[in-house]
């Protein structure tokens, strides 16, 4: 509200910075995310959309120019900590265990006998390989469910699976689901737990089956990475069941290891 002649200036600028002309301001005046409406009537038509698309893509953001604004100093802006930040530890957790995970795969290529400290795993690599796949496949499920049908999730531990799920990064190109290529990616692993551990197949043709598992694992924890460096920077928010299927190829990538056998054997 304007009650002071010093914030005429200020706002006409603000307003010129939204493409607005001085002779087109007029009241009410409103600026939701990067939109601005003016007049009662745009009101009244925008505003229920803009608030839908809102509350479809997790929230809107405040106007970062109002806050870099002159006339932001007449505005009586209150900074509340966003619940989704609760997740941050568990996301940054996250990436350095990816980080940690995917070095010590790489190195075991060079420094073979690394692979001694996970001899432990030898006797329970075929049930472990089973049951991360399958949870990670039901996640992966769900997650397409939410994406797909615009459902709100059930966030355990923490909040923000909403917002990562409504963020404009859970689709490429803003029409595939990134949860279906987990879907794709999980079923595939399970057929080749099927090859290596019923039927005993170590090959698909001519082509070690070991290596080519190993290295899309090893592609899809990058992935992982750069997915949950966009849910600590950009988007803000954790998703716990994003954060557990990220966990999850990466214990997949060490039981993948194809030195893993043939050191340990």
């Known amino acids: 509200m304007l009650y002071k002649e010093s914030q005429v200036k200020p706002f006409y600028n603000l307003a010129a910075e939204y493409g607005i ?3 087109d301001v007029g009241v009410p005046f409103m600026i939701i995310g990067n939109r601005v409406l003016i007049g009662t009537d745009e009101i009244k038509k925008d505003l229920p959309d803009l608030i839908q698309d809102g509350i479809n893509h997790g929230g809107i953001p405040f106007p970062e120019r109002v806050l870099h604004s002159e ?3 007449y505005v009586d802006i209150n900074i509340i900590e966003n619940e989704n ?3 941050k530890p ?3 957790f996250t990436f350095f265990f990816l980080v940690i995970v995917s070095s010590y795969s790489i190195l075991t290529f060079k420094f073979k006998n690394l692979t ?3 001899i432990f795993l ?4 075929k049930f472990l390989t089973l049951v991360f796949i399958l949870i990670g496949l039901l ?8 994406e797909t049908t615009n459902s709100s999730g059930v966030c355990i531990l923490f909040s923000g699976c909403n917002t990562v799920q409504r963020s404009s990064f859970s689709h490429i190109f803003g029409i595939i689901p990134l949860a279906l290529l987990e879907i794709l990616l999980f079923i595939s692993l399970f057929g080749f737990w099927i090859n290596s551990f019923i039927l005993k197949r170590d090959k698909i043709f001519y082509f070690d089956l070991n290596k080519i598992v190993f290295w899309i694992t090893f592609l899809a924890v990058i992935v992982a990475i750069y997915l949950t460096i966009l849910e600590i920077f950009i988007v803000k928010a954790a998703c716990v069941y994003c954060l557990i299927s990220s966990i999850i190829l990466g214990l997949l990538l060490i039981l993948f290891n194809p030195n893993f056998d043939r050191i340990n054997n």
Request: charged share 25%; aromatic share 22%; no cysteine.
């Open 21 to 23: 002309k001085k002779s």
């Open 71 to 73: 006339f932001s100093k």
């Open 85 to 87: 930040s609760e997740g």
């Open 90 to 92: 568990f996301a940054i």
């Open 116 to 118: 001694k400290y996970a």
């Open 122 to 125: 030898k006797y329970i690599k």
């Open 139 to 146: 996640i992966s499920i769900y997650l397409f469910h939410l």
